[in-house]
């Protein structure tokens, strides 16, 4: 049997900014993010569903609104954004590819990077069910999709060793959810 894609959308609005970019990018600003989360599947339930999107709105959506959205995304290099985002009891998500407190700008290509391996950390006790690709927007004409393949392992690892176990409690406070009501 082939691979089928099921895909759901959303946004997240979030500040950052670029460290060393000689132009604007280099000045806080925000985005409203727009992402696609793609997932891939094989077999299905037998009451014809991949994955309810329900569940990926209860547990991927949800996390992305508990974790990023009203936040700044920074270097974690930034130690003056750092400080004001702390000061005021601002939510900040501190990007880790490069391993804690390693330098890595939020931009577009590296957020979408994380987002994937957190989305893909939610849901890897789902059965049949991977994480294909995920689509993100910082403007309406600006975007990148980033496949699992467009990360290297040791982003990857530098990012789990940081990240993974907070991913992990997430998802087994959420548990799988069934929607067959003769389950
Ligand atoms: N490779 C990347 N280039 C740029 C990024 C990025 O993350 N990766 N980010 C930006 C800006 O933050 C933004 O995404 C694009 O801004 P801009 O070029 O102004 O695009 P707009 O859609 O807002 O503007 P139009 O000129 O009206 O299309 C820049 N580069």
Redesign the pocket.
Known sequence: MGIQLIERKGSFDAGHR?MNEKT??FSI?G?TYLYDLIFEFGAMEQIGYAIDFKEIKRVGVQWIEDTLDHGVILNPKDVELIKAADATKSRRWLMSLNGEGEYCNP???NVAKELFLAIDALFLEYQDLRLHSIKLH?????A?TCFRSSISNEERDNWSRFRLEQLKSYAAEKGIMNYDDRK
């Open positions: 670029i604007k990018c600003h985005h931009s577009v290509e910082e403007t309406p004409n600006c990148t």
